[in-house]
Nanobody, 123 residues
Framework: QVQLVESGGGLVQAGGSLRLSCAAS????????MGWFRQAPGKEREFVAA????????DYVDSVKDRFTISRDNAKNTVYLQMNSLKPEDTAAYYC????????????????WGQGTQVTVSS
């Protein structure tokens, strides 16, 4: 069992930065691939970024490449999403998910989810 708690969201102007954190409970955190997803009102949850259990492999949706960076610290049971050059279209609730095995872009394959943290980017 893994429990996830996101933090770090907020209101920021376009071009600004935020760093999201996802703290996990449980000693098995380091065995899970982790993903960040976002969901805007009326839209489906969409993939943003993912990282392998070791941190050695990452994946990003094209719209955030070169702006967002996913990382993890297994000693602290935490995964991060550094978001730079934010745009109004990045506005959404951001969720972290944990998945056994390799990471994937399909949110339905993730077993555990946090409660989400809201990111609002003003123009």
């Amino acid at each position: 069992q893994v429990q996830l708690v996101e933090s770090g969201g907020g209101l920021v102007q376009a071009g600004g930065s935020l760093r999201l954190s996802c703290a996990a409970s449980g000693r098995t955190f380091r065995t899970y691939a982790m993903g960040w997803f976002r969901q805007a009102p009326g839209k489906e949850r969409e993939f943003v970024a993912a990282i392998s259990w070791s941190g050695g492999s990452t994946d990003y949706v094209d719209s955030v490449k070169d702006r967002f960076t996913i990382s993890r610290d297994n000693a602290k049971n935490t995964v991060y999403l550094q978001m730079n050059s934010l745009k109004p279209e990045d506005t959404a609730a951001y969720y972290c998910g944990a998945k056994s095995g390799t990471f994937n872009r399909n949110p339905r394959l993730y077993s555990y989810w946090g409660q989400g943290t809201q990111v609002t980017v003003s123009s």
